[in-house]
């Protein structure tokens, strides 16, 4: 999905680049928003499973239902994933040469 939204932004970070915006600052731009919805989705993730863990705790018999640690991980892991996921085209996009983008109109 990030490598889809980056390859639609091409010439928006071609003409960022071209006004002085340096590679960091591109990756720095394509990553922020990429861990921004990843935050946003793991807090609704982690709302949803104490809502729906509070209701399935009340069937479970001698079986604790929420393991802290475990959703720790997991969360640790997807947060992991989508910053390796962001950052591998965000560095691609970053060493793109404004006028690559700009002079195919």
């Known amino acids: 999905m990030v490598s889809f939204q980056i390859g639609r932004r091409k010439r928006e ?28 989705g ?27 640690l475990t959703t720790l991980v997991a969360t640790v892991v997807i947060a992991a994933a989508a910053l390796v996921a962001s950052y591998v085209p965000a560095k691609r996009l970053s060493r793109i040469h404004p006028s690559d983008v700009l002079g195919s109109d």
């Open 42 to 68: 793991i807090v609704l993730g982690l709302i949803t499973a104490i809502a729906v863990t509070r209701f399935l705790g009340e069937l479970l018999y001698g079986i604790e239902p929420m393991d802290r």
């Open 13 to 40: 970070m071609g003409i960022r680049k071209a006004v002085g915006a340096t590679e960091r600052d591109l990756r720095r731009l394509v990553v922020g928003g990429a861990l921004r919805q990843t935050s946003i």
